[in-house]
């Protein structure tokens, strides 16, 4: 069958179309996605302002449009932090469906970090062992650990690479003191979590998902996309401790000009390399491999087990 998922997330409204059958790997057959950093389109009071809220219908109906087009069966939509955090959520919510017709299920960060940690599992399988999974997204870092294909531990932070700078890092070059400042936050943050994973004992294989992620693990030296899903792509806390300070030197149009950088997210970088770097540090984690598979691959997988068979 043909399934279409649709990620409103904090950075990107995404729809992944693929051909899917219980017991089979998905196959992606299209890919629709527009950037609209809906994060950043909240007002004073953290709700989506009227017109964030015309520009995410207008790009809901173009996806549901494209998802149609493809011949999707279905289409499995959902909306992460930003939607989840705004104050008026209800309303964008009860407009969306008014207007496009999709029911559009917030998930829980708990619900995140648990599907980026299934889709991790079927990608590496059963004989990577303990799995420790490290997601960044535009609002929120995704944290789950586990041996089964049910994390044992599982933690949303407030640390996305879109909010982060939003709220932090306002200059192009950020200001150092600022920098320093959101060092500090991240790392408070996420220390009050360690205690919670560590102990269930070290991890077989760590692994992040996320554009951010990638985005790091490529500047860094790794594969590039067009050379494959299969070709294993990792990333070193110590070459992330070297780029760290380089990007902090950056402008947004440098850090742009970097491979593997788009112009949509080099202002997001830095803080997104902080909270990496800050949670490998912290973690223990000297090296770590980006999985392909992430989200929405998640939700696919889960709506395929639950198919009759």
Same mark, same amino acid.
């Given at each position: 069958?043909?399934?279409?998922?649709?990620?409103?997330?904090? =950075?990107?409204?995404?729809?992944?179309?693929?051909?899917?059958?219980?017991?089979?790997?998905?196959?992606?057959?299209?890919?629709?996605?527009?950037?609209?950093?809906?994060?950043?389109?909240? &007002?004073? +009071?953290?709700?989506?302002?009227?017109?964030?809220?015309?520009?995410?219908? $207008?790009?809901?109906?173009?996806?549901? @449009?494209?998802?149609? &087009?493809?011949?999707?069966?279905?289409?499995?939509?959902?909306?992460?932090?930003?939607?989840?955090?705004?104050? =008026? %959520?209800?309303?964008?919510?009860?407009?969306?469906?008014?207007? #496009?017709?999709?029911?559009?299920?917030?998930?829980?960060?708990?619900?995140?970090?648990?599907? #980026?940690?299934?889709?991790?599992?079927?990608?590496?399988?059963? $004989?990577?062992?303990?799995?420790?999974?490290?997601?960044?997204?535009?609002?929120?870092?995704?944290?789950?650990?586990?041996?089964?294909?049910?994390? &044992?531990?599982?933690?949303?932070?407030?640390?996305? %690479?879109?909010?982060?700078?939003?709220?932090?890092?306002?200059?192009?070059?950020?200001?150092?003191?600022?920098?320093?400042?959101?060092? +500090?936050?991240?790392?408070?943050?996420?220390?009050?979590?360690?205690?919670?994973?560590?102990?269930?004992?070290?991890?077989?294989?760590?692994?992040?998902?996320?554009? #951010?992620?990638?985005?790091?693990?490529?500047?860094?030296?790794?594969?590039? $996309?067009?050379?494959?899903?299969?070709? @294993?792509?990792?990333?070193?806390?110590?070459?992330?401790?070297?780029?760290?300070?380089?990007?902090?030197?950056?402008?947004?149009?440098?850090? $742009?000009?970097?491979?593997?950088?788009?112009?949509?997210?080099? %202002? @997001?970088?830095?803080?997104?390399?902080?909270? %990496?770097?800050?949670?490998?540090?912290?973690?223990?984690?000297?090296?770590?491999?980006?999985?392909?598979?992430?989200?929405?691959?998640?939700?696919?997988?889960?709506?395929?087990?639950?198919?009759?068979?």
């Amino acid at each position: 069958m043909r399934l279409g998922v649709l990620d409103v997330g904090s =950075n990107t409204i995404h729809l992944l179309v693929v051909d899917a059958h219980p017991g089979a790997r998905p196959l992606p057959a299209h890919s629709h996605k527009v950037e609209l950093r809906l994060a950043e389109l909240l &007002d004073e +009071r953290g709700a989506v302002s009227p017109e964030g809220v015309e520009r995410l219908v $207008s790009v809901i109906a173009g996806a549901v @449009q494209a998802a149609e &087009d493809k011949g999707c069966e279905d289409v499995l939509p959902f909306a992460t932090s930003a939607v989840r955090e705004a104050t =008026n %959520a209800d309303e964008v919510l009860a407009r969306v469906k008014a207007d #496009t017709g999709i029911d559009l299920p917030i998930l829980s960060g708990d619900d995140e970090a648990r599907l #980026t940690f299934l889709a991790a599992r079927r990608w590496f399988g059963w $004989s990577a062992g303990k799995l420790l999974v490290l997601d960044i997204g535009g609002g929120s870092l995704e944290i789950a650990y586990g041996i089964d294909e049910e994390p &044992d531990a599982a933690a949303s932070l407030p640390l996305g %690479a879109g909010r982060l700078t939003s709220g932090w890092l306002t200059g192009d070059p950020p200001d150092p003191s600022d920098i320093k400042a959101l060092r +500090r936050h991240v790392r408070a943050t996420i220390a009050r979590t360690v205690g919670e994973f560590s102990r269930f004992g070290a991890p077989d294989h760590v692994v992040a998902t996320s554009k #951010t992620f990638k985005q790091l693990a490529r500047i860094a030296g790794a594969a590039r $996309s067009a050379d494959g899903l299969y070709v @294993q792509r990792d990333l070193s806390r110590k070459s992330l401790e070297e780029w760290v300070p380089r990007l902090a030197a950056m402008t947004t149009a440098e850090r $742009s000009a970097l491979p593997g950088v788009s112009e949509g997210r080099a %202002a @997001q970088l830095l803080a997104g390399a902080l909270v %990496a770097e800050g949670a490998m540090d912290l973690f223990g984690v000297d090296d770590l491999e980006i999985c392909p598979w992430a989200l929405r691959e998640g939700v696919i997988l889960r709506r395929l087990d639950h198919l009759p068979t």
